[in-house]
């Protein structure tokens, strides 16, 4: 028997979703540092020099910072498809440069072939519909011996939330999100070289239900599959959905888990692909206005 297709993202609204939360994200993003945190901590053991650095998915660039300090005389640029998130970016003083900021989708980099050196993609995958022409994109910008080190959330992500709301309806209420497996098939599958995938399991704990639907919704992380339920949600399944959800109280709170996967890749050779415009990072930097 076939498994059921993946529910897909309706990118419109999560780009807008990620647009409204751009002022406030960082207030919430807790997890998303951790988890950014132990990828750079990886890179210490791993030895490549990049003179360009593509951080896809930046958000409001903590992480693209970060990276500007470990590699201080690469050109970094951060992408990402929601255009508050990048002026979040622009706007961050923890370094001493700022980094080039494109707004585009991790899907269609609109970047030259083998024009970088690595991608770093923190929590930011799960948002793309094909995820193995994701990953051709990411060889085709790439150069030779280029670096791919990304994480994403597996499907354990909300579980709790899942569980809850499928004992009230049947709706999609929550994102989906790929197995390591399938993760890892993707990567070769687009041309990667030595390829690696492994998982670690985080948890957030609440006081309440509501307190966990806020952080989501002030990350602009809440449900946009396209097959989700439109206009609001009746105040009766929403009660029923916190009830549910006790089920899951451990010490007097509810807990919130995340199976994070973390993948890492090699570019063994360059890749093109007809019908993206091309934009040369050189190109990119004479072009965009000073801060």
């Known amino acids: 028997m076939n498994a059921e297709p ?27 540092r951790e988890i950014a945190g132990r990828m750079l901590d990886r890179l210490e053991y791993i030895r490549h020099q ?33 255009l508050p998130m990048l002026q979040q970016t622009r706007l961050r003083e923890s370094s001493s440069r700022t ?37 051709r994109e990411f060889l085709r910008v790439l150069r030779p011996n280029g670096m791919l080190l990304f994480s994403t ?8 939330l899942r569980a809850s709301w499928a004992a009230v309806d049947g709706t999609s209420h929550v994102s989906p999100f790929l197995d390591m497996h399938n993760i890892g098939d993707a990567m070769l599958e687009a041309g990667l070289a030595e390829p690696v995938v492994d998982v670690d399991r985080l948890q957030l704990t609440y006081e ?44 007097g709170r509810l807990p919130a888990s995340y199976e994070v996967v973390y993948g890492h890749a090699w570019a063994p050779q360059q890749r093109s692909q ?18």
Request: glycine residues 8%.
């Open 6 to 32: 993946m529910p897909t993202i309706d990118k419109r609204q999560a780009r807008l979703a990620f647009s409204r939360a751009a002022a406030h994200y960082d207030e919430v993003a807790a997890l998303q």
């Open 99 to 135: 980094p080039l900021c494109l707004c585009g989708d991790a899907e269609r980099l609109p970047l030259a072939d083998g024009s970088v050196d690595m991608i770093f993609s923190n929590a930011a995958l799960q948002w793309c519909n094909d995820l193995q022409g994701t990953f």
């Open 208 to 251: 309440d239900v509501p307190s966990l639907m806020r952080d989501l919704k002030t990350l602009g992380a809440h449900n946009v599959t396209r097959d989700r339920q439109r206009g609001l949600t009746g105040k009766g399944r929403l009660r029923k959905m916190c009830e549910a959800y006790e089920q899951f109280r451990q010490n």
């Open 274 to 291: 007809e019908g993206v415009t091309m934009v040369p990072v050189d190109v990119l930097r004479q072009q965009l206005p000073a801060k």
């Open 153 to 160: 959330f597996g499907p354990d992500t909300l579980m709790e």
């Open 50 to 82: 990049p003179t360009v650095v593509l951080d896809v998915g930046a958000g409001t660039g903590d992480a693209t910072h970060a990276l500007m300090q470990k590699y201080h005389t690469a050109q970094t640029v951060a992408l990402d498809f929601a």
